[in-house]
C-alpha cells in the first residue's frame, strides 16, 4: 500500500514523514476520525513505508524494497502483524477467536480494495461460510488475542528493521485484553511500533490513550474525493461532483451510492409514483403501491423509508435556491423542480414524523401493508397544507 493510493489526507501524511525524517517516530499511534475518511488505508501505507515499500518513481529499487514490496503486496510480511475483531461461530467450539483464525479472509479483502474496511462487511466476511446459528456476531478483540500480540512483538524483527502491531477498532478489546494492551503499551520492546485505528477512541481506556500519540483526520475534501471517482472509478465530472458533495468526506459511502445505483433507482421510482398518485388522490393505485412494498423485506422497507426521508430533505432544501445545501443525483434533482413547491413548513415536519414513525412500526414487526396504507393516507392530507 503506497501513501499514493490513499484519498487526500497530505496534512497527515506530511506529518508522518517529519516523523520519519527526524528519527521521532512514537512507539505507538493512534489514528482517529470519522468512518471513511481514510485512517486506516493511511495506516497501512505508513506500515509499508516503514517496512521498505516505496513509490513507483522513488530512486530506491535495491533488492531488499523489492522483497518488501512483493510481501506486501500480498499482505504477508512477517514483520506486520494485524489485529482486528472477530466473532465466535458455533464450529470453534470452547476455542476463544484470534485474529489468525480468520486470516485468509482478512488478507482477501484488503487485497480486494478495501483499505477502508466496515465492520459489517468485515462480519460479513468472517460468517459467510457458516450458517446463522454460528456464533456470537458481536465481533470484540478477545483477552487470547493480547497474548497472540505479545508473542509477536517479542520476535526478533526478520528483516532487521520494525516490528509494526496494526490494531484496527482497538475500541473493541474486552477489559481483559485492554488491561494485558495496556501493559505491552508501558514496556514495547525495541523498534516495535503499534498503529491503533480507532472510530471511538472515547471507548478507549484513558491509560491507554495517554500511552499513544494521537493523529486526527478530517473529511475527505469534497474535491479529492470527486478526483477519485474520476481516476478509480470512471465516473464523468459532474457525476463525481454530485456523488462527493452526497457522500460528504466519506469514500465508503461514495462507493455506497455507486453499488446502491439500482436500488436507489427503484426508492425514486416509488418515491415519484407515491407523491404523484397521493397528489391525484388515486386511492386503487395507491393500494398497488402498497402491495408492491409490502411484499419487501423489513430491512428493504427500512432503506426505502430512508431514502423518502432522503429526497424530503432536499426537496425542501431546493426551495432555497442555493447549490450548497442540495446533495442530490441530476434525476433526483429533475424530479424535484417541480415537487419540491409541494414541501414546505407547513408540511415537512409532519412527513418527516410519519416516515419515522412507520419505520418504528416495522421494527415491532406491524403488519406492513396496513403500515404503508395509512402512510399513504396522511401524505394526501399533508401534500395540500399551504
Same mark, same amino acid.
Given at each position: 500500500?503506497?501513501?499514493?493510493?490513499?484519498?487526500?489526507?497530505?496534512?497527515?501524511?506530511?506529518?508522518?514523514?517529519?516523523?520519519?525524517?527526524?528519527?521521532?517516530?512514537?512507539?505507538?499511534? $493512534?489514528?482517529?476520525?470519522?468512518?471513511?475518511?481514510?485512517?486506516?488505508?493511511?495506516?497501512?501505507?505508513?506500515?509499508?513505508?516503514?517496512?521498505?515499500?516505496?513509490?513507483?518513481?522513488?530512486?530506491?529499487?535495491?533488492?531488499?524494497?523489492?522483497? #518488501?514490496?512483493?510481501?506486501?503486496?500480498?499482505?504477508?510480511?512477517?514483520?506486520?502483524?494485524?489485529?482486528?475483531?472477530?466473532?465466535?461461530?458455533?464450529?470453534?467450539?470452547?476455542?476463544?477467536?484470534?485474529?489468525?483464525?480468520?486470516?485468509?479472509?482478512?488478507?482477501?479483502?484488503?487485497?480486494?480494495?478495501?483499505? @477502508?474496511?466496515?465492520?459489517?462487511?468485515?462480519?460479513?466476511?468472517?460468517?459467510? +461460510?457458516?450458517?446463522?446459528?454460528?456464533?456470537?456476531?458481536?465481533?470484540? *478483540?478477545?483477552?487470547?488475542?493480547?497474548?497472540?500480540?505479545?508473542?509477536?512483538?517479542?520476535?526478533?524483527?526478520?528483516?532487521?528493521? @520494525?516490528?509494526?502491531?496494526?490494531?484496527?477498532?482497538?475500541?473493541?478489546?474486552?477489559?481483559?485484553?485492554?488491561?494485558?494492551?495496556?501493559?505491552?503499551?508501558?514496556?514495547?520492546?525495541?523498534?516495535?511500533?503499534?498503529?491503533?485505528?480507532?472510530?471511538?477512541?472515547?471507548?478507549?481506556?484513558?491509560?491507554?490513550?495517554?500511552?499513544?500519540?494521537?493523529?486526527?483526520?478530517?473529511?475527505?475534501? +469534497?474535491?479529492?474525493?470527486?478526483?477519485?471517482?474520476?481516476?478509480?472509478?470512471?465516473?464523468?465530472?459532474? +457525476?463525481?461532483?454530485?456523488?462527493?458533495?452526497?457522500?460528504?468526506?466519506?469514500?465508503?459511502?461514495?462507493?455506497?451510492?455507486?453499488?446502491?445505483?439500482?436500488?436507489?433507482?427503484?426508492?425514486?421510482?416509488?418515491?415519484?409514483? $407515491?407523491?404523484?398518485?397521493?397528489?391525484?388522490?388515486?386511492?386503487?393505485?395507491?393500494?398497488?403501491?402498497?402491495?408492491?412494498?409490502?411484499?419487501?423485506?423489513?430491512?428493504?422497507?427500512?432503506?426505502?423509508?430512508?431514502?423518502?426521508?432522503?429526497?424530503?430533505?432536499?426537496?425542501?432544501?431546493?426551495?432555497?435556491?442555493?447549490?450548497?445545501?442540495?446533495?442530490?443525483?441530476?434525476?433526483?434533482?429533475?424530479?424535484?423542480?417541480?415537487?419540491?413547491?409541494?414541501?414546505?413548513?407547513?408540511? *415537512?415536519?409532519?412527513?418527516?414524523? $410519519?416516515?419515522?414513525?412507520?419505520? #418504528?412500526?416495522?421494527?415491532?414487526? #406491524?403488519?406492513?401493508?396496513?403500515?404503508?396504507?395509512?402512510?399513504?393516507?396522511?401524505?394526501?392530507?399533508?401534500?395540500?397544507?399551504?
Amino acid at each position: 500500500m503506497k501513501f499514493s493510493e490513499v484519498i487526500g489526507q497530505q496534512d497527515v501524511k506530511n506529518r508522518l514523514m517529519q516523523m520519519v525524517a527526524e528519527h521521532r517516530v512514537p512507539h505507538a499511534l $493512534l489514528f482517529c476520525g470519522p468512518q471513511g475518511c481514510g485512517k486506516m488505508a493511511m495506516a497501512l501505507a505508513f506500515a509499508s513505508y516503514l517496512l521498505g515499500e516505496r513509490e513507483e518513481d522513488a530512486e530506491d529499487d535495491s533488492p531488499q524494497t523489492r522483497r #518488501a514490496t512483493s510481501m506486501l503486496r500480498k499482505w504477508e510480511h512477517p514483520d506486520l502483524h494485524f489485529t482486528y475483531p472477530t466473532i465466535k461461530l458455533a464450529s470453534m467450539g470452547d476455542h476463544s477467536p484470534v485474529s489468525l483464525d480468520f486470516v485468509k479472509e482478512w488478507r482477501e479483502m484488503l487485497l480486494s480494495e478495501a483499505s @477502508y474496511p466496515q465492520i459489517n462487511d468485515w462480519i460479513s466476511r468472517m460468517g459467510k +461460510t457458516s450458517s446463522e446459528k454460528d456464533g456470537n456476531k458481536q465481533a470484540i *478483540i478477545t483477552v487470547e488475542e493480547s497474548e497472540a500480540i505479545s508473542h509477536n512483538i517479542s520476535l526478533m524483527s526478520s528483516q532487521g528493521g @520494525y516490528k509494526i502491531s496494526l490494531i484496527w477498532l482497538p475500541e473493541r478489546m474486552n477489559i481483559q485484553c485492554a488491561n494485558k494492551m495496556l501493559k505491552l503499551l508501558e514496556e514495547p520492546p525495541r523498534q516495535t511500533l503499534f498503529l491503533l485505528v480507532s472510530e471511538q477512541p472515547e471507548l478507549l481506556l484513558e491509560t491507554i490513550r495517554s500511552r499513544t500519540q494521537r493523529i486526527d483526520f478530517k473529511k475527505i475534501a +469534497t474535491q479529492e474525493l470527486e478526483q477519485a471517482l474520476i481516476e478509480r472509478r470512471g465516473l464523468d465530472r459532474d +457525476t463525481a461532483h454530485r456523488m462527493a458533495r452526497i457522500a460528504n468526506g466519506n469514500w465508503n459511502k461514495a462507493l455506497e451510492e455507486l453499488n446502491a445505483g439500482n436500488e436507489n433507482q427503484q426508492f425514486l421510482d416509488l418515491f415519484i409514483m $407515491l407523491m404523484r398518485l397521493a397528489y391525484m388522490r388515486k386511492i386503487h393505485d395507491l393500494k398497488k403501491w402498497c402491495d408492491i412494498v409490502a411484499a419487501f423485506n423489513r430491512e428493504k422497507q427500512k432503506r426505502m423509508l430512508d431514502y423518502f426521508t432522503h429526497m424530503l430533505r432536499e426537496s425542501f432544501m431546493y426551495n432555497f435556491h442555493q447549490e450548497e445545501l442540495v446533495y442530490m443525483t441530476q434525476e433526483e434533482e429533475n424530479f424535484a423542480k417541480n415537487f419540491a413547491r409541494f414541501i414546505n413548513e407547513a408540511n *415537512i415536519i409532519d412527513i418527516f414524523h $410519519l416516515f419515522d414513525e412507520c419505520k #418504528a412500526m416495522i421494527n415491532q414487526n #406491524a403488519n406492513a401493508k396496513i403500515i404503508f396504507f395509512d402512510m399513504v393516507l396522511n401524505i394526501i392530507v399533508m401534500l395540500i397544507r399551504k
